[in-house]
């Protein structure tokens, strides 16, 4: 059995269940998220009970102003950083991700999410196929990888091609466009076929155009069943989402 396989069953199996699990179809929820973040001797508020369900192959967009707390409310989703204690939780097909052992939520960050940035963090020193398949390789003993590395490079090089960039392969990020570099994030992103794509500012480093064809590539794999959250200052590139939702001192409204 392969190492994606193997991950697909313990997240199926292991995790425990939400004690308040969200209304049936919900793959991603925020139940009642607080954070606060310590700025030299103030505090600041930036989550004030923010709740949000994300329901299985939909689109949604977390509309609000710079500085609103957007960022933060997907990374809480994300499991890239965590709420305040006892202030709320973040729930994946129907398990409290704090719940989680720290195998667990590594698997979950790796496995059933994939994360894009407004900017691209991709790896100077690797070339665009280097950084597409590296979180394949996250969990991998040296046998593991060698054990299933034509289909990993395969899979990275089969969702470069199909993003117009199968002539990009050994070229390193300094040596494309931004609206290129931004497609290899995108299908670092995906090279693990995960369940939900969290999207933070994807077009905010772009111009218009540019923009507007990457929003074209979400849309085709969110058509193709890909769940997709993304959280953006402006209000045009949010109502490509299926639905909209503002963030506003600190909580989902609408």
């Not at 269940?17 to 930036?46: E, M």
Request: glycine share 10%; aromatic share 6%; charged share 25%.
């Amino acid at each position: 059995m392969s190492d994606v396989a193997t991950d697909q069953r313990e997240r199926s199996g292991d995790a425990t269940r939400s004690r308040g699990r969200p209304a049936s179809g919900t793959l991603l929820s925020a139940v009642n998220l607080h954070k606060t973040y310590r700025l030299g001797r103030v505090d600041v508020p930036v989550l004030k009970g923010a709740s949000l369900e994300v329901r299985q192959g939909e689109w949604v967009a977390v509309h609000g102003a710079s500085g609103s707390g957007k960022s933060t409310l997907l990374h809480l989703m994300g499991d890239l950083d965590r709420p305040d204690e006892s202030g709320g939780e973040v729930c994946f097909d129907g398990r409290t991700i704090n719940a989680m052992t720290r195998g667990q939520r590594n698997r979950y960050r790796n496995r059933s999410i994939g994360f894009v940035f407004q900017f691209y963090h991709l790896l100077p020193e690797l070339n665009v196929l280097e950084n597409t398949f590296l979180p394949a390789l996250v969990g991998l003993t040296r046998f593991g990888y060698y054990a299933h590395r034509a289909e990993i490079r395969g899979r990275a090089a089969e969702l470069l091609a199909a993003f117009g960039l199968d002539h990009r392969l050994a070229h390193r990020p300094r040596e494309l466009s931004g609206g290129e570099r931004q497609r290899v994030a995108i299908a670092r992103a995906l090279v693990n076929r995960p369940q939900v794509l969290l999207a933070d500012e994807p077009t905010g480093n772009l111009d218009e155009k540019t923009g507007a064809e990457i929003l074209d590539l979400l849309a085709e794999q969110h058509k193709n069943g890909l769940t997709i959250v993304m959280v953006t200052h402006d209000r045009a590139i949010a109502d490509r989402a299926d639905r909209v939702v503002e963030l506003h001192d600190g909580k989902v409204v609408g």
